[in-house]
Nanobody, 121 residues
Framework: QVQLAESGGGLVQPGGSLRLSCAASGSIRSVFNMGWYRQAPGKQRDLVAVITRDGYTSYTDSVKGRFTISRDSAQNTVTLQMDSLRPEDTALYYC???????????????WGQGTQVTVSS
């Protein structure tokens, strides 16, 4: 059984900062990509940022220069530091991991349950 547990999120004023963290646990053989997606009400779930096992990062254009993704591969954790937050960043943020569980010979996608980020004055 593999689980992704998120922490962080909450309510912040425009221009403020938040930090999201996610830990993958369970019977894991190897973790490849980890990242964050977000879904605003009435919209589809979109990629925010992703980091590979080798540390390569990619961001959606709207968060470049404001958000920073990092990971601790030894702990199977990923963190999203969000600065200069804007009201349009308001969404439910989901942790994501593409990993190889002990019970399989192929990689699979796993998702956290989501954590709410609200940017409002």
């Amino acid at each position: 059984q593999v689980q992704l547990a998120e922490s962080g999120g909450g309510l912040v004023q425009p221009g403020g900062s938040l930090r999201l963290s996610c830990a993958a646990s369970g019977s894991i053989r190897s973790v490849f990509n980890m990242g964050w997606y977000r879904q605003a009400p009435g919209k589809q779930r979109d990629l925010v940022a992703v980091i590979t096992r080798d540390g390569y990062t990619s961001y959606t254009d709207s968060v470049k220069g404001r958000f920073t993704i990092s990971r601790d591969s030894a702990q199977n954790t990923v963190t999203l530091q969000m600065d200069s937050l804007r009201p349009e960043d308001t969404a439910l943020y989901y942790c994501y991991a593409y990993l190889l569980p002990q019970s399989s010979f192929s990689g699979r996608d796993y998702w956290g349950q989501g954590t709410q980020v609200t940017v409002s004055s």
